[in-house]
């Protein structure tokens, strides 16, 4: 098949992996990845069945004010260290402090704005929109806007205090 100069090509195996990775089942992600990202909780006889998470846990977030961080897969609430879904809370003010994480972090914003930081500027992730962080890259989140924000951040591996690296405090 012939691809006109002009045309866009697209990674559709890396598109189908994060769908599944974001979206599906533990397993089904795993098994597309040829890998155990997550730890599938099995049956009698080697069957995968899916594991339900009664509640998040809540987790201390760093910052200027309080933010909520409800974990609901990651180290501290399932035992998952390939992957953490978090929802967070933050209040309008709230800064945390820089960081160059060693985990890439996919934030999907559902209400309200957080300003991402970053070497080169300044993003405005609003309610509808998402962004990517990659490991190893610098980034400061915040909420400087009226009411705040409400985000969900999925990070892979999963999040820890060792793994984000923030930047010394003055």
């Not at 866009?8 to 599906?24: K, V």
């Not at 960081?99 to 609003?126: A, N, S, W, Y």
Request: proline share 8%.
């Amino acid at each position: 098949m012939l691809v006109p100069e002009s045309a866009t090509l697209y990674n559709f195996e890396g598109l189908i992996r994060d769908f599944i990775l974001l979206f599906c089942s533990q397993a089904a992600a795993g098994i597309f990845l040829g890998q155990q990202v997550c730890s599938p909780t099995l049956l009698a006889k080697d069957r995968l069945m899916p594991q339900l998470i009664n509640k998040p846990a809540i987790i201390l977030a760093a910052g200027n004010k309080p933010k909520r961080i409800e974990e609901y897969v990651g180290r501290v609430n399932s035992g998952h260290d390939g992957i953490s879904v978090a929802r967070m809370v933050a209040p309008e003010g709230w800064l945390e402090p820089g960081q160059r994480p060693t985990f890439q972090e996919i934030t999907v914003v559902l209400e309200g704005m957080l300003r991402v930081e970053h070497e080169d500027g300044v993003l405005d992730v609003k309610a509808g929109q998402a962004v990517v962080a990659q490991a190893g890259e610098w980034i400061r989140y915040s909420c400087p806007e009226p009411g705040g924000a409400e985000y969900v951040a999925v990070c892979l591996p999963a999040f820890s205090p060792e793994t984000v690296r923030r930047d010394p405090e003055d």
